[in-house]
């Protein structure tokens, strides 16, 4: 784990990382990690001075078991509110299974199986996340419900999930094989470029910092 700005820990999971932000008076959980990884989480959050009960909000990204997978055990343990984009919301509380787009997906998925969990706020576009200081955008393409969430503070922190991800420094497009629509992701990466942020974060790779935005335009521009 590492404070990757005032307030924001970056927490690797496996090969996935998920995020702590000290905001709304107390902490906000975006992604929750692989399955049965809730312990490491919880004593990720001890490790930043807060407690379980602190953890008002949970923020999912996208409807992926590498990133919901300890969801709800860890919202059985903190009995926070969990945010999720309508598109995605289904296959989160199990009301419809996840769509399975390659080779990949379904040879892995006996591995990745997760517990469904409940969504209590939908969201269906850009806009607030109950949260002060966080605002989601809706960035399709790696699923149709993606989301990506801006952080006033420091500059602008961008959490862009799976949007985009870090490999060996360098920004790169979703996996093709786990991503449903791959123009929706390329036209998302180009709308992120647009925002004001300093740093940003991923779900796979390690944070940018200080000209994530310049980078993001850069990539956008190829």
């Not at 969990?82 to 080779?103: E, F, K, Q």
């Not at 989601?136 to 952080?151: K, R, V």
Request: glycine share 10%; net charge neutral.
């Amino acid at each position: 784990m590492r404070e990757i700005v005032d307030g924001v820990w970056e927490v690797g999971i496996g090969f996935v990382h998920a995020h702590l932000i000290a905001a709304g008076g107390g902490l906000v959980m975006l992604d929750t990690g692989l399955p049965r990884r809730a312990d490491r989480l919880a004593d990720a959050v001890r490790a930043t001075g807060h407690q379980l009960t602190d953890v008002h909000t949970i923020l999912m990204s996208h409807r992926h078991p590498d990133h919901t997978g300890s969801l709800a055990e860890l919202r059985r343990r903190t009995g926070a509110r969990v945010v999720a984009h309508a598109a995605d919301a289904p296959v989160i509380t199990g009301a419809c299974p996840l769509p399975l787009h390659s080779l990949v997906m379904r040879l892995t998925a006996p591995l990745m199986r997760t517990e469904p969990a409940p969504v209590d706020e939908v969201l269906d576009g850009d806009g607030p996340t109950g949260v002060p200081g966080i605002t989601a955008y809706h960035t399709p393409g790696h699923t149709e419900g993606h989301l990506s969430f801006l952080l006033d503070r420091s500059g602008g922190v961008l959490f862009a999930g799976d949007a985009a991800g870090v490999l060996f420094g360098r920004l790169r497009m979703p996996p093709k094989a786990t991503t449903a629509n791959a123009a929706a992701a390329r036209a998302s990466i180009a709308r992120l470029a647009e925002l004001k942020f300093r740093t940003a974060a991923f779900g796979h790779g390690a944070a940018l910092s200080p000209d994530a935005a310049a980078r993001f335009r850069d990539f956008a521009a190829r």
